[in-house]
């Protein structure tokens, strides 16, 4: 399945809305955009994953590095991940403590924060 990538803002977070298949073929794509989308100066960003059918470990590996990216420049980086089969490999990874993960874009972007 393609990658579809559609991005917003919501105040001052920017949401990009992640639908399809992230894996070794399709990550670059996601990383160049988050990438893209930091070095404009967003400091906030959501990734709304509910569109997401499938992540494997190389799309893992791109979310990490755009946390990092952005906590090196007192940034956040929050996810938006309902689906269980999704949701697990953040569980199984460990990753559920190093992303704040909400159930909704509107959450996320509450300013609340985790």
């Known amino acids: 399945m ?11 977070w920017a949401v990009l809305a ?13 990383r160049e955009r988050l990438i893209e989308i930091i070095s404009r100066g967003a400091r906030r960003v959501v990734v ?7 992540l494997d470990s190389t799309g893992l590996g791109v979310l990490v590095g ?8 007192d940034g956040e980086l929050d996810l938006v991940c ?3 089969r999704i949701r697990k490999v953040f569980e199984i990874t460990g990753l559920t403590k190093v992303f ?5 874009v ?6 609340s924060g985790e």
Do not use: C, M
């Not at 709304?48 to 499938?54: A, K, P, S, T």
């Not at 704040?100 to 909704?104: D, L, N, P």
């Not at 509107?106 to 300013?111: D, K, N, P, R, V």
């Open 66 to 73: 755009a946390l990092k990216r952005l906590r090196s420049n």
């Open 106 to 111: 509107e959450e996320a972007t509450s300013g």
């Open 82 to 84: 309902t689906q269980p």
């Open 2 to 12: 393609e990658l579809a990538l559609e991005e917003r803002e919501i105040g001052d």
């Open 48 to 54: 709304d994953l509910e569109g997401v059918d499938f």
């Open 18 to 30: 992640v639908r399809g298949e992230v894996d070794v073929y399709t990550a670059p794509r996601l």
């Open 100 to 104: 704040s993960i909400h159930e909704s």
